[in-house]
């Protein structure tokens, strides 16, 4: 019994998300407090198992048994290795910080608050579900479980139109993908003959590279849609639409992340083997496109969120590189402290936007460096640490992506040194201007500190984003098994990431000065504007993709509907009986010489037929 | 010799018999299509008797040329039928009409002469038997066979009436009355005494037909 | 000799002469005569048939019989189709065969 508390991951947050919609939706507080509660107590029961607590390995349980021998059967199990329960611990501990800090976040919010915590333990949920998963088939249930769970917090203030948008948007971009994976785990099924992540081990080595290929790369779609890699990434700036807390949960830390993860534990069960030539080209490109695009596209937002989230985007396109590079562990690493310097990073907008009343445009704060001193402390600490500052946690964990580039192919690591340059002058810019110079707006003027239910998860974020990358706690907490933090070299990767930062913020602080400016003076031109209209994808998406396939598949149809079905098969029997009828009817018209002609041919083929079809002596 | 003339002849009959034929569908004038199958029936009746078929080459001047040709004439007098007007419009009909004629004459021409032996003048049926391993007891082809008579086609001489009767089962006295036509004889002997009974049925046939002419051809009183 | 085909085809090429002229003609008398031609030209192949199955010149008669009983049946026929024509003939004032139309619509 003892072996089954790993499940406890699973349901505890499900119970408690039950208990709070069904029971409690009119006691907003006491559903916050239950949710609360559950969250802290994952979270210690993953710190007791990452202390070496042993219990055993937890049952499995046969959902669909299979008649025959040698099919698998589908199986929901639990996998408790390092992997996992380090990434567990990630997740808990930030989910355990984002609950504390959304309970002073959404107080006084008006909306039903019980269904936001009711969410969040769903997430909370669906999330662990696919980190300790152990077969493909449970992952893809906490995939869409997780796809869900985005829907409802994304869509949490679903009066407003944009955010209600926002959700069936995250939705179905992440459908999209989903579509793909599921082809790649009935694949997998097919080429290993196996979905279970522990009996994949080995069995690549006999398999057709091209089948190897297409399985890993319909896996990959999977993590195309989740982790918002081009040309699925259309949806994560959006969902900025939700509270800050969910986003700083889903959309920085863990959801985004499951599709790292998920590569990276296909990497360590199938092995690297797996991963051809083609299929690692192709991820590695599709995460280098990501992370130029979104860095380029955060250099002219003016909301904070949407900057934080393009962010995101840039490093989830860090991470997909480097597993396309098989550097799984460089790209766990990154993962890892990602996870904390960016949930800190949105917390800290959230606790800046909620002390300026809810304001969002970076051009209408300023001056908050005064103003609140330890909220911008502590997002400076995050900021320092995403631009990879030497001595901060983003910093290690760039150098590993940097020194496995370096190593496996170059063109990489230049484009990977690039963006860490863009990411410098972006972060630079967004501090600039919303923390010095003086407040633009009567929302930044009257800016206070915040409270300490936002402050004391700022505050430990901070902590993590300082210290996370250091040896001694790496080794420990960082999701991959036999992880081993590199010291600090110096070499070519030290100089050049050195050389991209010193350009970032001397090229930010020449652009924008000391944040003086009331105006973004790159503002303007077309590139910019193309920039600001995200590069016109989500345009062409629109009004392209769906608007073409409304319209014009439409009138496809239309026309099969019209011309195809009404017209060829309905109405044309209908004629085509009538044109056979009259023909027919010509048979009998009355007249003599006609009935004698028919008879006449009717003596032919009667002849033909008795003399020369039917075998006779 | 004789009998290379007897071929000619019949050639030169059949084809006589064909053109008068063309002229029975050609004319338009009714009169004209009767005398034309007055002459197609004169010439078959010669065709007969070229095949030794005089009895039946007799009655086809008298029957078909001097009965039912007389009859017809007469209608048409009767009625005072004019010439058929020449229509454009049946052209097509015409047309098709004449392949559906070339196409079952070309069915007929395909199965005489894939009949085994019909093209050397064999008979088809003695061939067959041969063929087959038996030949029916008691028929004329197991005589023909077993006593060694000649069969059509051959060039063993003739035998003489008498004998020839014998050949075919009449008795004595029958033989001895065949003559060098004996033709109408043999030909009454097989219908009165094989096929009787169907002559006497066909008597009945024509007693039906003189009556429903009669009755058919009142002129209904309007009472 | 002629051959026993000559005759088959011969008889075979007056019946497709009748035949076509059943189809070709439309006065109803005339139609009538080209299929008394059909019935003789089946008469000619029968008597072939008897002839080949002879021997020594002598033929089989069971066939010609048979013709003989079609022309008695021919004859009859002829009767009863010409008393037939006539009857038309008082109806209709003609001997056309587009005459008798009244099944037609």
């Known amino acids: 019994m003892i072996q089954n508390l790993p499940w406890l991951f699973l349901l505890l947050p499900l119970v408690v998300a039950a208990i709070d919609w069904l029971c409690f939706s009119k006691c907003p507080r006491t559903a916050a407090g239950l949710s609360t509660l559950s969250a802290i107590a994952t979270f210690a029961l993953c710190v007791a198992y990452l202390n070496g607590w042993q219990t055993g390995t937890p049952d499995i349980y046969t959902w669909l048994p299979t008649a025959t021998e040698g099919m698998t059967s589908l199986s929901m199990g639990l996998v408790t290795d390092a992997l996992a329960m380090r990434m567990m611990l990630v997740v808990t501990g930030i989910g355990a910080l984002v609950h504390i800090f959304s309970l002073g976040y959404m107080k006084g919010d008006s909306s039903n608050l019980s269904r936001y915590f009711a969410g969040l333990s769903i997430f909370m949920f669906s999330m662990s579900t696919i980190v300790l998963a152990d077969n493909l088939a449970m992952t893809f249930i906490g995939w869409e479980m997780v796809g869900f769970s985005s829907y409802l917090l994304i869509g949490h203030w679903f009066h407003k139109d944009s955010a209600a948008d926002a959700a069936k948007k995250a939705f179905i971009t992440n459908r999209v993908g989903d579509f793909g994976f599921l082809i790649g785990i009935l694949l997998t099924l097919a080429v290993f003959g196996t979905i279970t992540f522990a009996e994949m081990g080995g069995k690549a080595a006999g398999i057709a590279p091209a089948l190897l290929t297409a399985t890993v790369i319909c896996l990959f779609c999977g993590a195309v849609g989740k982790s918002a890699q081009f040309p699925l990434h259309v949806w994560l700036p959006d969902a900025m639409e939700g509270p800050t807390p969910v986003s700083a949960l889903i959309h920085a830390a863990t959801m985004v992340a499951a599709g790292v993860y998920m590569l990276v534990r296909l990497q360590v069960s199938m092995g690297t083997e797996a991963f051809t030539e083609t299929a690692c080209i192709t991820i590695a490109s599709v995460g280098a496109i990501t992370a130029v695009l979104a860095a380029l596209m955060a250099m002219q937002q003016d909301d904070i969120k949407r900057v934080l989230a393009y962010s995101t985007l840039s490093q989830l396109g860090y991470m997909v590189m480097a597993v396309g590079l098989l550097a799984g562990e460089a790209a766990m690493f990154h993962l890892y402290t990602h996870a904390w310097f960016k949930a800190l990073l949105f917390l800290g907008a959230g606790a800046i936007i909620v002390c300026c009343h809810h304001e969002q445009d970076i051009w209408k704060m300023g001056g908050l460096a005064k103003r609140m001193p330890l909220t911008v402390l502590c997002f400076l600490m995050g900021t320092f640490a995403l631009i990879a500052i030497p001595g901060f946690s983003g910093f290690f964990s760039k150098e590993a992506i940097l020194h496995a580039a370096l190593e496996t192919s170059p063109v990489f690591f230049w484009i990977g040194a690039g963006v860490a340059a863009l990411t410098t002058f972006y972060m630079t810019r967004l501090c600039l201007v919303a923390f010095c110079g003086q407040a633009r707006d009567h929302g930044a003027a009257e800016a206070k500190e915040a409270g300490p239910t936002m402050l004391l998860p700022l505050l430990a974020l901070g902590v993590m984003a300082i210290i996370s990358g250091y040896g001694f706690i790496a080794d420990f907490l960082v999701p991959y098994a036999g992880f081993e933090a590199h010291g600090f070299e110096l070499g070519l990767p030290f100089y050049v990431s050195m050389g991209s930062l010193a350009l970032g913020i001397i090229a930010a602080l020449l652009v924008y000065g000391c944040g003086k400016r009331t105006t973004d003076p790159l503002a303007g031109n077309c590139l910019s504007t193309a920039l600001r209209k995200r590069l016109y994808i989500d345009t062409i998406y629109d009004k392209g993709l769906i608007g073409g396939i409304q319209e014009y598949g439409a009138q496809i149809i239309e026309f099969a509907d019209a011309a195809l079905i009404r017209g060829v098969i309905v109405q044309g029997f209908a004629w085509l009986t009538a044109k056979f009828g009259m023909l027919l009817s010509w048979i009998q018209n009355g007249s003599l010489r006609g009935y004698a002609l028919v008879a006449g041919i009717g003596i032919v083929i009667f002849v033909f037929i008795l003399a020369f079809t039917i075998p006779t002596l | 010799m004789e009998s290379a003339i007897s071929s000619i002849l019949f050639y030169v009959f059949a084809a006589a018999a064909v053109l008068c034929a063309f002229g029975v569908v050609a004319f338009r004038n009714p009169v004209s299509s009767a005398m034309n199958m007055a002459l197609c029936f004169g010439f078959t009746a010669a065709v007969y008797f070229g095949m030794g078929a005089q009895f039946l080459g007799i009655v086809q001047l008298i029957v078909y040329a001097g009965a039912i040709l007389v009859l017809f004439l007469f209608i048409i007098m009767m009625l005072d039928i004019k010439a058929e007007e020449h229509a454009r419009k049946s052209f097509p009909l015409a047309c098709i009409a004449v392949i559906i004629a070339g196409i079952f004459a070309g069915f007929v021409t395909k199965v005489a002469i894939s009949l085994p032996g019909a093209t050397v003048g064999e008979c088809p049926a003695i061939v067959l038997c041969e063929s087959l391993g038996d030949l029916a007891p008691g028929s004329i082809a197991q005589k023909a066979a077993t006593e060694g008579l000649a069969p059509y086609g051959s060039a063993m001489p003739e035998l003489s009436p008498a004998a020839a009767a014998k050949a075919l089962g009449a008795d004595e006295a029958t033989a001895a009355a065949a003559t060098a036509f004996p033709d109408t004889k043999l030909l009454g002997q097989s219908l009165f005494t094989k096929y009787n009974i169907p002559f006497v049925i066909l008597s009945f046939a024509l007693l039906a037909g003189t009556v429903g002419a009669v009755a058919l051809g009142r002129k209904l009183r309007k009472d | ?105």
């Open chain 3, 1 to 105: 000799m002629t051959p026993l085909a000559h005759y088959l085809i011969f008889s075979g090429i007056l019946f497709s002469i009748g035949l076509a002229g059943v189809i070709i003609r439309k006065n109803i008398i005339v139609v009538f005569m080209c299929l008394e031609m059909m019935l003789s030209a089946a008469n000619i192949s029968l008597v072939a048939f008897s002839r080949a199955q002879g021997v020594n010149g002598i033929p089989v008669y069971d066939a010609q019989v048979l013709a003989l009983f079609i022309v008695a049946i021919a004859a009859a026929e002829v009767a009863i189709g010409l008393a037939l024509i006539v009857a038309m003939f008082r109806a209709r004032k003609s001997v056309e065969s587009s005459s008798l139309n009244t099944l037609k619509d």
